[in-house]
Structures are given as structure tokens and as C-alpha cells.
């Protein structure tokens, strides 16, 4: 058996294994690399839904239409076990989150962006919500997974804001997520007081509920 939890994040030889897998000739250029599957799942985690492997992995091997492909049981290993450390990352010290092209040059920004992008269309409702009512959140992200230059004064912008606004997201979703929990055969984190429309937003905005979360949190539910 083996000794590796599934939250276990991966080393860099594990996130070079799973790049070198995804390349694949019998792939034929489909999948995903790293660096796209890491926003993807950052954003598949922090979704209020529960969003189940079987829902999420077609897109790792077909990014563009989300088609079963022949199993690649060992990278699919590698994907789950980081979607179940993204999950936990984002539960227990969201504040230290970072985004893997941090970590060297080898890494892209666009396809990063990219991924979280294709990531939020597996929950379209609560994202088009909070494209509502938070708009800023998801700007960075829509402007670096087209930027053609990462070196002018948008892209650098657009790159300060991507790791505040992941935290921002996370915590504007807190509620929602942890109310997901006491659904069956779920862990429930604890119990939320319930917030009057009239009450601040629990994302910490300094809005009022009803003109900040309201919707996303109807979305949810």
C-alpha cells in the first residue's frame, strides 16, 4: 500500500512526469499541460458545487470538448491526488496560495489563466453570478489567458491580482461551501449563522448582503 496521501502535494518530479504524460503522442496534442490543468482545478476547487472527477478529468485529456479518451490511469492518478491538494490548500491556508508558474519560467502564465477560465464552465451559474457581482474578480483572469505580451502595464496589473483575487473568491464562497457539506455523505465543517440581506456580505466586501452575495449564494442553493 502505498504511503502517499491523496493530498500529498506533488514534487517537481511528479508535476514533470504528469507534463511529459499529457504530452503524449496518443493524446495527440488534446490535453492539457501543467500549467492550464493547475488553473482549471484551482478553479473546479474552489467552486461552491462539488464537482466530481468524472465531471472534470474528460477535460483534462480533451480541453476543448471535454470527450472520454483512452484512460491514462497514472496521470489521472497525478490530477486527482493535486485536485484533492488544491481542495485542502484552498480549506485549511488559503492566504498562502500560489499559483504554480511562480515556481519557474517553465510554467505558462496564459495557459494558467486559460484553465481557470475552461474550469469555471463546469459551474456556469454560480461564475455568472459573481461575474455579476464581483466583476473584479475575474478580470485578471480573462485578461491574461489572451495576453499576446506579459511585460506591459495590463498583463502586470493583471498578474498583481490573480493570487488576491483566487483569495478573494475562496472566501466570498466560504459559505456556500461549507453549507455543501452537510448534504449525505458529506463532513460538516460547522455551522454558518445565516446573514439578513441587510447584514454585511460575509466575503468582506463592506457591501450589503443583498448587493454583493445574495445571488451567487441563491445560485448555490
Known sequence: MSSISTTTPLSDD???????????????????DVSMLEGFLTAVALSP???????WLPWVWDKAAGSALP?????ASLAQRHHAYMVEWLAKDPDSFE??????????VPAWCAGFILGTSLDKPQ???????HPQYLAPFQHLATAGELDDDAAETAMDGVI????????????????????PGATVLRELPKTGR????????????????????????
Open 49 to 55: 458545487k462539488q464537482i466530481a472527477a468524472e465531471q
Open 99 to 108: 499559483p504554480i508558474y511562480v515556481c519557474g519560467p517553465e510554467w505558462s
Open 127 to 133: 461564475w455568472a453570478a459573481l461575474a455579476v457581482s
Open 14 to 32: 511528479e508535476y514533470a512526469e504528469l507534463d511529459t504524460l499529457l504530452a503524449a503522442p496518443a493524446l495527440a496534442g488534446r490535453a492539457m
Open 71 to 75: 484512460a491514462q490511469d497514472r496521470a
Open 198 to 221: 441587510n447584514d454585511p456580505c460575509h466575503c468582506g466586501s463592506g457591501k450589503k448582503y443583498k448587493k454583493c452575495c445574495a445571488d451567487a449564494d441563491s445560485a448555490a442553493n
Open 164 to 183: 488576491p483575487s483566487v483569495i478573494a473568491i475562496n472566501a466570498a464562497w466560504a459559505r456556500q461551501r461549507h453549507l455543501k457539506q452537510s448534504q
